[in-house]
């Protein structure tokens, strides 16, 4: 939630760099909605866990369809306020066709994560990633400004840090993950092919930031990225240790990880609203 918030506001930063007269009602009712949005989106995978894994520890039947059952109202309900958000800002002449693609990109990847047959196939972290990182600053953008804008292709380095992180952090459940046959994106390729697209995905996202100039965006907005590069290399070492046989510190990795994503959404967004 408190990622969603930040990549919300790293959208909503770039609008407010070109100038774009700020709208409050949009913003704090597009921040809502993407916040009930990422809400249901972990629930509902909640309600379509299998059977075979457990919600609560030691839980009794009646205890997990209590849950289940919960856990799915909270959803519907998230999602039926996002529908009453979406229709206020089209009666306030603040839903573009843009922007409303977009609400509805959130509600696709959403279910694809959540709902079978699409649950459980590999590419949850994938679809994680784009939510967080790439639809959900796009929202915050496009409401406020009602059209795309080539700024917002710095969402595509970010998106790559937000699925490295994810790929961490399917390491330490790895076991837990094949115990109860759970398809993730590491246990789907297996490890040994997992690691080099990991490093890949890192030193491409600093890659592009670094020819972000060509593509129209100045230097003098970009480089605060460069301040998390240590930490980078530290998580592409971390994860090159580990693989090698190396004990494995995840809590240090795990953190290492959500800074390289965080901190850089952090350091771009507020150089945007500052400039």
């Given amino acids: ?73 909270i959803s519907i309900a998230a999602l039926s306020a996002d529908a009453v958000i979406a229709f206020i800002l089209f009666a306030h002449q603040h839903l573009s066709i843009a922007s409303f693609s977009f609400l509805l990109v959130s509600l696709v990847l959403i279910l694809s994560y959540s709902l079978p047959p699409f649950r459980n196939r590999g590419f949850g972290e994938f679809i994680l990633a784009a939510h967080l990182a790439y639809v959900i600053p796009s929202i915050a953008y496009l ?45 789907r390729l297996g490890w040994e092919r997992v690691v080099p697209l990991h490093h890949i995905f890192v030193l491409f996202a600093y890659v592009f930031f670094a020819i972000s100039p060509a593509l129209g965006l100045s230097l003098s907005l970009i480089w605060p990225a460069f301040l998390t590069l240590p930490f980078a290399v530290l998580q592409i070492i971390q994860l090159r240790n580990i693989a090698l046989g190396a004990p494995a510190n995840w809590i240090l990795l795990t953190a290492t990880a959500l800074s390289v994503f965080g901190l850089t959404a952090y350091f771009i967004t507020l150089t945007f609203w500052l400039r």
């Fill in 143 to 187: 409401l406020q400004a009602d059209e795309t804008h080539h700024f917002l292709t710095l969402t595509i380095p970010l998106t790559l840090l937000a699925f490295a992180y994810f790929i961490v952090m399917d390491f330490p459940t790895f076991a837990t993950d094949r115990k109860y046959n759970r398809t993730t994106f590491l246990t």
């Fill in 1 to 73: 939630m408190l990622l969603a918030a930040l990549t919300y506001s790293f959208g909503a930063s770039i609008a407010n760099y070109l100038g774009k007269p700020f709208r409050t009602d949009s913003f704090w009712l597009g921040l809502l909605a993407v916040l009930l949005a990422q809400m249901s989106m972990s629930l509902l995978s909640e309600v379509f866990r299998l059977d075979v894994e457990p919600l609560a520890e030691n839980e009794t039947r009646r205890a997990r369809i209590v849950i289940r059952n919960n856990a799915l109202y």
